[in-house]
C-alpha cells in the first residue's frame, strides 16, 4: 500500500506543475497538423522559428502585354523553384487565380455577367525541358492546377518551368483587380504562380474563390510589361528604364520628387496636349526588378495625374521611399492622395508598428471606382470615399499591409485576423492627426458588437477559407481581431504591447508565421501566459458583457457575464457634483473569477455608477447603470 501523505503531496506537487504549464501557451487546441510543425522543429514552443524552419522560394521571369484594345493579359515566364524543404516533389500546384471569374466556376462572390471572362488560358507548358499537355484536368480544379511531374524535385534542388498564357481582364465590377473606365487598368492575380509549400500543410490546396486572399512565397521577380505608348505604368519593384520611356521634363520631376520633402506633380493630365507622359512610341516595355517580396502587381493608365514625394522613414540612415498617388483628374479627394501616402508611411515607421518601411516606394492607385481598395506590395488599388476620414483611413489601411501579411508571409486564406486585424486596428492612431475628434475605433467596436455572440460568429482560429457568408468572414477577419488587438495592448500596457509586437514581427519577418507563433511570442516576450486572454478572444465561441452586480457603499460588485475578457471601466457621479473614472486592467479576469469587487472613493454619496466606455465592447449595456 502506498503512503497516502506522500501521494497527497505527490498530487499535490502534479498540481502545482500543472498550474505552472498551463501558465504558457498549453491551453490552446492546436490541429494536428500545426502539431507536426512543433514536432518537427521547424516551429518552437516559445514563438521562435524552429531550427529546422524551410520555407520555399522562386525566381520569376516575366513578360507580359496588356492589349488594351482586346483587355486581354498576354504572358510569358520562366519560372525557377527552389525546393528547400526536406522532401521530394512528385508535383507541383499552379495557382490560375483568373480561373476565379471563368464563366461556370464555383465562387463565394456573386459576380454579374458583365465581369465574367473564359478565364486563364495555359498555351504552354514546360517542366524540366519536357513540354507537358495540361489540357486535362480534374473536374475538382478550379483556381489549383495540380501537376504531376514527370521528374521529381528532390530536396535542396531546384527545377525550372516555362509557360506562356493569357487571359481577357475583367471589366467594371470586378474583384480586386480589372478594368475600371477606359485608360485605368489594376492587373493583379495576373500569372501563374506557385503555391506555397510549407511545414504544415504541404501543398496549399485552398481554393481562390473570391472571399480568401494572400498567401505566397518570398520570391525574385523580373517583369517586362509592354503597353501602348502613352501609358504610365507603376508596379511592384524598382522601375529599370525610366530613362528610355518617360519624356525629359517627367523624368525630372520624377527624380526630383522621389527625393523631395513636398509633394511634386510628376504628371498632371489636365495638361495632357501640351506635356507628354512618355516619349513617342508604338509601345514601351516598362522594367521592374523586385527581390524577396510575396507578390508582383501593376497598374496601367493614360489618364491619370501621378503625384510622389519622399519620405524619410529611418532618422538615422535617412533613407527616403517614395510615396506616390496616381488618379483620374478631378476625384474627391485624391488630390491629397501623396500626402495621405506619405504620412502613413511615415507613421507605420517611427510609430506603429514603428518598422522602417520595406519597400522603395508605395503606390496609391485610384481607378475611380467609390469602393474600398486592395493591397499588394507597393501598389495599393483604391476606390474614392468622399469622406476624407474615410478617405485617409482607406489609404492607411491598404498600404498598413505592407506588414501584414507582406513583411510578415502570413496566411490569410487560413487566418485572416492575422492580417486584416491588423490593417483595422492601426489607424487607431493615425486617424487622429487629421481629425482629433475621430472615433473610428469607436466605430470598430461598434461594428463588432452587431455580429458579436451571433450564430454566424465563428471563433477567429476556424480558418477563414471555412467562411461562406460575408458577415461571418468581415468579424472574423476585420472586426473581432481589431478589437481583440485593441483589448490586448490595453491589458499589456502600449510599451509591452509595442516590445512584443516589434519581437513577433521581428522574428516571423520573412517568413511564415501560424497563429500559435504570435501567441507563444506574445507570452515569451511578456514572461506571462496569456491564454487567459487568447482563448476566448481567438479560439472560443462567445461576446463581452460585464454588468454592475451590486453597489454596497463605495464598494461596486462587477460580474463578467460573457466570455471574453475585457477591461472594467467605471464612471461614477456623487451628490456634491463630483465624479471619476476607475480602470482596472482586464488582467483581474485571468484566474477565472466571474466576479470582481472595484472600491470608489470613501465619504462620498453616489448617484450614478456607469460601467464601460464606447472603446470597450459590451453586447449587454442595459445593466451597465445604477441609479438611486
Ligand atoms: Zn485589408
Not at 464563366?103 to 517542366?127: H, Y
Not at 508571409?409 to 492601426?426: C, I, P, Q, V
Request: net charge negative.
Amino acid at each position: 500500500m502506498k503512503n497516502p501523505i506522500i501521494t497527497l503531496a505527490a498530487l499535490a506537487i502534479t498540481g502545482l506543475f500543472f498550474i505552472q504549464l498551463s501558465l504558457k501557451g498549453q491551453n490552446y487546441y492546436i490541429p494536428l497538423n500545426d502539431q507536426k510543425a512543433y514536432e518537427a522543429g521547424t516551429r518552437s514552443k516559445d514563438g521562435n522559428p524552429g531550427p529546422n524552419y524551410w520555407q520555399n522560394s522562386a525566381d520569376y521571369k516575366i513578360d507580359v502585354e496588356l492589349d488594351t484594345k482586346e483587355d486581354k493579359i498576354i504572358g510569358k515566364a520562366s519560372i525557377t523553384y527552389f525546393n528547400n524543404s526536406p522532401d521530394t516533389l512528385h508535383r507541383i500546384v499552379l495557382r490560375l487565380y483568373q480561373n476565379l471569374f471563368k464563366k461556370g466556376n464555383a465562387r463565394q462572390f456573386p459576380m454579374t455577367s458583365e465581369v465574367l471572362t473564359d478565364g486563364e488560358e495555359i498555351t504552354k507548358f514546360v517542366a524540366g525541358g519536357e513540354e507537358y499537355d495540361l489540357s486535362e484536368g480534374s473536374r475538382w480544379e478550379i483556381t489549383n492546377k495540380n501537376i504531376r511531374l514527370k521528374k521529381a524535385i528532390p530536396p535542396g534542388i531546384s527545377e525550372t518551368f516555362e509557360m506562356e498564357w493569357n487571359f481577357y481582364i475583367p471589366v467594371k465590377r470586378a474583384l480586386r483587380m480589372g478594368k475600371y473606365d477606359d485608360g485605368h487598368y489594376f492587373i493583379a492575380y495576373w500569372y501563374p504562380q506557385i503555391a506555397v509549400y510549407d511545414d504544415v500543410d504541404g501543398w496549399d490546396m485552398v481554393e481562390y474563390l473570391g472571399m480568401v486572399e494572400f498567401y505566397n512565397d518570398f520570391n525574385n521577380f523580373d517583369v517586362n510589361i509592354t503597353v501602348p505608348g502613352d501609358y504610365l505604368v507603376r508596379a511592384t519593384g524598382e522601375l529599370q528604364n525610366a530613362d528610355d520611356i518617360l519624356t525629359d521634363d517627367v523624368l525630372k520631376f520624377f527624380n526630383t520628387a522621389k527625393t523631395s520633402d513636398e509633394i511634386i506633380s510628376i504628371y498632371d493630365y489636365q495638361e495632357s496636349e501640351k506635356t507628354k507622359l512618355t516619349k513617342k512610341a508604338k509601345s514601351h516595355t516598362w522594367h521592374y526588378v523586385a527581390t524577396n517580396i510575396p507578390d508582383v502587381t501593376f497598374l496601367a493608365t493614360n489618364q491619370s495625374n501621378w503625384d510622389g514625394t519622399g519620405v524619410v522613414v529611418d532618422s538615422t540612415s535617412m533613407h527616403r521611399v517614395f510615396a506616390e498617388a496616381v488618379y483620374p483628374d478631378s476625384i474627391v479627394n485624391w488630390d491629397r492622395g501623396a500626402e495621405i501616402t506619405a504620412a502613413s508611411v511615415r507613421y507605420m515607421s517611427f510609430e506603429l508598428p514603428g518598422v522602417a518601411f520595406p519597400y522603395p516606394h508605395m503606390t496609391s492607385f485610384c481607378a475611380g471606382s467609390s469602393g474600398g481598395g486592395m493591397e499588394s506590395p507597393m501598389m495599393a488599388n483604391n476606390g474614392a470615399p468622399k469622406r476624407f476620414e474615410s478617405f485617409a483611413g482607406l489609404l492607411f489601411h491598404e498600404i498598413s499591409h505592407t506588414y501584414f501579411p507582406f513583411y510578415m508571409g502570413t496566411n490569410e486564406r487560413k487566418w485572416a485576423f492575422m492580417d486584416e486585424g491588423w490593417a483595422s486596428y492601426l489607424p487607431e492612431g493615425f486617424l487622429p492627426e487629421y481629425n482629433p475628434e475621430t472615433k473610428y475605433m469607436q466605430r470598430g467596436v461598434r461594428s463588432y458588437l452587431y455580429a458579436a455572440g451571433q450564430d454566424y460568429e465563428l471563433p477567429l482560429i476556424v480558418p477563414t477559407y471555412q467562411h461562406n457568408n460575408y458577415s461571418s468572414a468581415r468579424t472574423s477577419a476585420y472586426t473581432r481581431p481589431a478589437v481583440a488587438y485593441s483589448m490586448l495592448r490595453m491589458t499589456l500596457g502600449d510599451d509591452l504591447f509595442k516590445k512584443a509586437l516589434l519581437e513577433y514581427m521581428s522574428r516571423w519577418n520573412g517568413k511564415h508565421p501560424v497563429p500559435y507563433d504570435f501567441f507563444y511570442t506574445f507570452e515569451d516576450v511578456t514572461g506571462e501566459g496569456l491564454s487567459w486572454f487568447f482563448k476566448p478572444w481567438f479560439f472560443d465561441f462567445g461576446y463581452p458583457d460585464l454588468a454592475i452586480m451590486e453597489v454596497t457603499g463605495n464598494r461596486v460588485a462587477i460580474s463578467k457575464n460573457g466570455v471574453l475578457p475585457v477591461p472594467v471601466e467605471i464612471h461614477w457621479f456623487a451628490d456634491d457634483d463630483s465624479g471619476g473614472k476607475i480602470t482596472v486592467n482586464a488582467s483581474v479576469w485571468k484566474d477565472g473569477d466571474h466576479v470582481t469587487v472595484v472600491e470608489l472613493p470613501e465619504g462620498k454619496v453616489f448617484k450614478k455608477i456607469v460601467l464601460g466606455s464606447d472603446l470597450i465592447p459590451d453586447s449587454n449595456k442595459d445593466d451597465n447603470i445604477w441609479k438611486w
